[in-house]
């Protein structure tokens, strides 16, 4: 039977089973990760090549006590204006005011409560609604790498200023010793508390960059092991090194394969993790000891893009 001589019903039927097979097809090879890129720059926002990736996630670290410096302040402010602008959801992470390793000083609860009340307060009007308790809690550029139970009573406090909001109650770094941190970190929040802190965030450069899953998936069985429900790990930093000290010599190339490996890594957990922020986004053609950006300082893409471009095709936003 030729195709002119098929019923017309059945053509309608056929050429609408077909389209409905292709966008089952479509959506079951959708990773279900949410993708973002992290950077302390509202330049970003207004990149071409930035705006051809069509991003709605962000995520911007701030220091705890920002709210006694106006220049910091000023900072935040130009980028969660840019971020809203350009309609991009911003998550918000507290973090160190001296990233010198072992000289920051660790804030008490109460002094930790009113800054960043001030903050969540200020940037809440902006339309910020999710925020990190701690940035990188277990690193030693942190005041409280030592000191999981105050990472754990910072959570505490954040919840209790922040009423309605999304909150990653612990962030982690993928090195050394991370699984007795986030041991001690759950038994340092009230059992009452315990079953809120379950969005984890995970710092995987180390897998990433050595292309390897043994930190990620250390994290994520540390965290089941503390018997919480519905864990939700999200990628909050992540990316390809152009440069870092010794261990990773400049090279976009290898950046380009290791931002490849990136996704092949989160898909490998995609049970677990529901979110990535690749950080960041303008490099510094290796000037500085860290570098891992998408793009070059002006402005044009790197072989790293390229691969985040490809990459982030098959992951939401």
Sequence with gaps: MTMSHVPKTLLALVLSLAVLAGAQSAQAATTKIAVGVGDQSPNMFAS??????????TRYFIPWNAASSSFELQRADNFMKAAKAAKV??????????????????????????????????????????????????????????????????FVAMRSICSGCTIVALDVLDQSGVA????????AVPSSKRKYAKIIGIHNYSDVNRARSTGTSTIIKAVKKADVIDTDFWLTETGALISFGSNFPCSES????????????????????????????QGTDCTNRFDAGLVHPDGSPRPAYDAFLKGAKSFTR
């Design 48 to 57: 071409p090549v930035y705006k051809a990736l069509k991003m709605k996630k």
């Design 89 to 154: 959801k911003v998550l918000l992470h507290i973090s160190t005011d001296n990233f010198e390793s072992k000289k920051a000083k660790l804030p008490s609860v109460s002094d930790y409560k009113k800054k960043v009340k001030t903050l969540i307060t200020r940037y809440k009007k902006l339309g910020v609604k999710e925020f990190g308790a701690w940035n990188e809690a277990n690193h030693a550029s942190q005041p409280t790498y030592r000191s999981p139970k105050r990472a754990a009573e910072f």
């Design 180 to 187: 007795t941190y986030i041991k001690k970190f759950y038994a």
């Design 254 to 281: 290898r950046a380009a394969k290791r931002m490849a490996y990136m996704f092949t890594l989160a898909k490998k957990f995609r049970s677990d993790i529901t979110r990535l922020y690749s950080y960041n986004w």
